[in-house]
């Protein structure tokens, strides 16, 4: 089975710190996603990859950057974390587009900004 | 993407059938339709996809109208663990670039009671 794994499962950074959100995966999945899922908002796409050194903003890309120097992969940076970026921010990855085979996702990580 | 509908929640007792509705009207012929279940603390998974046939695998089935303009999943046995959120989305095989997202709406909240 193909797994994405996220580095850490829940993480407590204060604000203004720089925060790593590492996401690797094991199946050499061209596309690799970052999302952030809020109640009441559902899941929204920070960024996502489709290949190494690729990348393109999704629908909230505001104070997240991202870096894929590795195939396998993904990571999601906080320049500066703030408080209204305590989310569950989960990493996904797909093979070619995605759309006839499905994408997996990592469990998940529990970010809280204090 | 084209646009789904999904009831907000449905109830099921373990055990028994379950069939969750997806209308989708607007559904093109390009358009691949694709469940996902998220269960509590988890991120999403996939469950199922299908173009124009109906589709089995080891965890659901799913039946597609013939006009396409909805669908249905469907699990044979509900267990207490199959309780979870569903989507259900739309995905078009020729689409690229920003659209290899995922767009996830506000799918269908299942309870299975023991």
């Known amino acids: 089975d193909v797994k994405v794994t996220q580095s850490s499962r829940y993480l407590v950074k204060r604000t203004g710190e720089k925060v790593f959100l590492e996401c690797v995966q094991d199946?050499?999945?061209?596309?690799m996603f970052w999302y952030r899922q809020d109640p009441g908002l559902g899941l929204r796409l920070i960024y996502f990859?489709?290949?190494?050194?690729?990348?393109e903003k999704g629908d909230i890309p505001e104070g997240y950057s991202v870096s894929r120097e590795k195939k396998e992969r993904f990571s999601l940076i906080l320049e500066s974390a703030s408080t209204n970026q305590t989310s569950m921010y989960l990493c996904a990855s797909s093979l070619y587009r995605g759309l006839r085979y499905g994408y997996t996702f990592g469990s998940g990580t529990r970010l809280t900004v204090v | 993407d084209a646009k789904t509908t999904q009831p907000n929640s449905m109830e099921s007792n373990e055990e028994e059938p379950v069939h969750l509705p997806c209308n989708h009207s607007?559904?093109?012929?390009?358009?691949?339709i694709h469940w996902y279940r998220q269960l509590p603390s988890q991120g999403p998974e996939y469950v199922i996809h299908?173009?124009?046939s109906n589709v089995n695998n080891r965890m659901a089935s799913l039946a597609i109208a013939e006009d396409r303009k909805s669908s249905t999943l469907i699990l044979h046995r509900a267990t207490l663990r199959d309780a979870a959120v569903y989507y259900c989305?739309?995905?078009?095989?020729?689409?690229?670039?920003?659209?290899?997202?995922?767009?996830f709406g506000k799918g269908t909240l299942l309870t299975v009671n023991p």
């Open positions: 990859s489709y290949d190494v050194k690729m990348k």
């Open positions: 199946m050499d999945h061209e596309n």
């Open positions: 299908g173009l124009t």
């Open positions: 607007t559904i093109s012929g390009t358009d691949y």
């Open positions: 989305i739309l995905r078009d095989v020729n689409s690229g670039g920003s659209n290899y997202k995922l767009t």
